[in-house]
């Protein structure tokens, strides 16, 4: 057998389990091999019925001696069972699972793993009152409950635990071989198995030491492997690839610099000089600049475009929305035009003829620099010279269309800069950006009002709307965000339509507001923000579609409803929309929600002005799930290691992938490897 044979020559597979397995992302025997347990059954000890106590976590395994079937008063369905072993009954509740009447029938054995508790209204009797997990074991052979740590997968309705281990234990049976990536001397180094033992061990432990040891080599294997490839993908990308040598800074340079209006910090400066080097270096420059909301790095990605333009070349910079890119332009062309630099602006709503000038201009080189939208990256968008490559908010986009600009370039790879305010936790750039050196920008320009932020109640809302009122009265202007909800999901939450129609209708009658969402077109959102930014509204009610780059100086206040909904790192993004301009700022956040923890992350934006260590209190909080996937960027998927809680065997693999790279690793093996657990997400390295 062969890794990489489809899982439909396995016994018991058909055309139809095969499609199951597909949904999965299972669809060879790589795949399925790395289809780790979700967590294991311990079940050494099954607990006797008669020796269960309340508060006690136990396994019970016994008889279906009764089963009742009704509806409670508020609507639930009720499934109750008795079970009984040799000592004993318990009863066991199942609420509005229909599905399992058909499976549980008098006479079933069952595995039950749950916490014990009194029963309700029973007197003091005991019953299971948390069902974490349960089998139905009326199939179960003998072999099987050996197993004391029996493993347990995330699997679908569709596809019963004992068929998917079973598929596990006949690949073990045969003699399958895994290509082992990390060296030998690496691995007794630190005391790791070999893949092959350890993926059988992850699915078949005997012991919890087993477990631990598998599931450490996994880790390690899984990160090593990953760190290897991203390094690989530079290297190459940096010895195959000639960038532009560009000179040293000139009078062009200078000259921008006169003319902004202040001086940089020291960070600023610093980064600037980062970013000369690697630019002047004849490597292609990938370089990624972190820095909070407002840190300032607009002006270094404005200098970086000039110095190409400096030597010759064109520089383009891609933003995530038209109105940032609008900005954007506005600020370039005030600045460089009186420098004769010329600046385009390319969106998908241009009319046909401005469109067809940039286009023009662009492809003869009379255009200097254009900002633009996604638009840039089309495929009739080409460029004389194209030098350097800036994408701004590089979280809004997936690392295909940073590479698709990148490709605009002809004779030369462009140098590359990327820029999020996403404070990314510095350990995490590891994972998510392994293939980008990074540059942070830690300061705030000087003489920025600090923004306050206050946790309130909604049984404060009337209070909170009067200041907004008062505020408005003075000629400032209010951000109220909602987040995205489905009307129907639950009765608490709030939608950006009803907070409208009320706060018009009530706490804000009278003052100018305006309803913003994501199901307006692109042309209506742009003309309301233009509106807000004019000063013809006084109050925007909108959902997140302003957490990007808007820069409106005279809003000073962020009402955010529902604030219990956001991550501390949206929060925090969110809030940097305010304390633009010379007025004292205020951020109210309203929790509706009634969990504790989540009353007490939002206290922390009360504390915690800085967005890195808001983020990365965010992650600790939440977990990268949750982190993530607010984040929308393109990490690959970890089968067995967690960014956060493996961070330190992170580090360590990066370290040994980094000085074993040149001589002992099996390039041809990582590849290969890469390409089965990431799919297209590795196709760079593989191309070559
Ligand atoms: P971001 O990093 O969020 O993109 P911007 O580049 O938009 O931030 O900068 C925010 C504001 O700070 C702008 O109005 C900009 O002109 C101003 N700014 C940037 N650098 C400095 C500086 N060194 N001193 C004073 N103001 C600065
Ligand atoms: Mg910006």
């Keep these: 057998m062969d890794i990489k044979q489809n ?77 009984a072993d040799d000592t004993g009954t318990i009863q066991l509740n199942f609420f509005n699972q229909d599905y399992l009447k058909k499976k549980l029938k008098q006479g079933t054995m069952m595995f039950v793993h749950g916490k014990i508790g009194f029963a309700y209204g029973g007197y003091g009797q005991l019953a299971v009152t948390q069902i974490i997990s349960f089998d139905v074991e009326a199939e179960k052979s003998k072999e099987d409950t050996h197993c004391a740590f029996m493993p347990v997968y995330t699997l679908p309705d569709y596809i019963k635990p004992k068929d998917f281990r079973n598929l596990i234990e006949q690949v073990i049976a045969s003699d399958i071989e895994f290509n082992d990536i990390v060296p030998d001397f690496i691995r007794s180094k630190y005391h790791l198995l070999m893949k092959k033992e350890a993926v059988e061990k992850i699915h078949f432990p005997k012991t919890k030491r ?84 407002g840190s300032g790095k607009t002006v270094i990605a404005i200098l970086a475009l000039v110095k190409a333009v400096e030597n010759g070349y064109q520089g383009a910079m891609m933003a995530p929305t038209e109105i940032l890119a609008i900005q954007h332009f506005d600020k370039l062309q005030s600045l460089l035009e009186p420098l004769n630099i010329k600046v385009g602006l390319l969106t998908g709503s241009l009319k046909a003829k401005q469109r067809r000038e940039v286009v023009e201009g662009l492809a003869d080189g009379s255009l200097d620099i254009v900002i633009g939208t996604h638009a840039l990256i089309q495929d009739n968008i080409i460029f004389k010279n194209l030098g350097l490559v800036v994408t701004d908010e590089q979280h809004r986009f997936g690392v295909n269309q940073r590479a698709k600009l990148e490709d605009k370039g002809i004779d030369f790879l462009p140098d590359v800069l990327v820029m999020t305010a996403t404070p990314i936790p510095r350990t995490m750039t590891l994972t998510v950006y392994g293939d980008l050196d990074v ?107 302003i957490e990007v780059g808007v820069n409106v100086p ?135």
């Design 7 to 83: 899982v439909q020559y396995l016994k018991g597979v058909g055309p139809k389990k095969a499609q199951a397995l597909k949904r999965l992302g299972i669809e060879n025997i790589y795949d399925l091999m790395t289809y780790y347990p979700r967590r294991y059954e311990d079940q050494s000890d099954i607990n006797a019925i008669s020796s269960l106590k309340a508060g006690q976590i136990a396994n019970i395994q016994g008889k279906i001696v009764a089963l009742a079937d009704k509806n409670t008063r508020r609507g639930l369905k009720l499934l109750t069972v008795v079970l």
């Design 210 to 293: 087993e477990i631990e040891e598998a599931k450490r080599s996994l880790i390690f294997e899984e990160l090593f492997s990953i760190q290897a490839g991203l390094l690989f993908l530079k290297k190459q990308h940096t010895t195959r690839n000639k960038g532009i040598k560009f000179l040293p800074n000139s009078d062009l340079v200078a000259n921008v610099l006169k003319a902004i209006p202040f001086e940089l910090t020291q960070e600023q400066q610093k980064v600037w000089q980062e970013i000369c080097h690697d630019m002047q270096s004849e490597t292609q420059m990938q370089r990624l600049v972190q820095g909070d909301v």
């Design 439 to 545: 540059s942070f920008i830690k300061q705030l320009p000087p003489g920025r009002k600090p923004i306050r932020t206050f946790v309130r109640m909604p049984d404060r809302r009337e209070l909170i709307y009067k200041f907004v009122r008062g505020e408005v009265q003075k000629g400032r202007q209010t951000y109220v965000v909602c987040p995205l909800i489905e009307e129907s999901e639950n009765s608490d939450a709030v939608s950006v339509e009803m907070i409208y129609d009320e706060l018009t209708s009530g706490y804000l009658y009278g003052i100018r507001c305006a309803l913003l969402h994501g199901k307006l077109s692109s042309k209506d959102k742009e003309q309301l923000l233009y509106d807000f930014l004019a000063g013809k509204i006084d109050v925007l009610i909108s959902t997140t579609v």
């Design 554 to 688: 005279n809003a000073s206040i962020m009402v955010i409803e529902g604030a219990e909904r956001f991550g501390l790192a949206q929060l925090h993004q969110l809030r940097g929309r305010i304390g633009r301009g010379e007025f004292a700022s205020y951020c109210i956040l309203i929790n509706r929600g009634r969990n504790a923890n989540s009353l007490e992350r939002l206290h922390l934006m009360e504390k915690i002005s800085d967005g890195f260590t808001l983020a990365e209190e965010d992650l600790r909080l939440r977990g990268p799930g949750q982190f993530f996937g607010s984040m929308q960027h393109g990490l690959p998927d970890l089968k067995i290691a967690d960014v956060l809680n493996d961070i330190n065997v992170l580090i360590t693999a990066r370290k040994e992938a980094q000085k074993a790279l040149d001589f002992s690793i099996d390039k041809k093996a990582l590849v290969e490897l890469l390409q089965m657990q990431y799919k297209d997400k590795f196709i760079k390295i593989a191309d070559n």
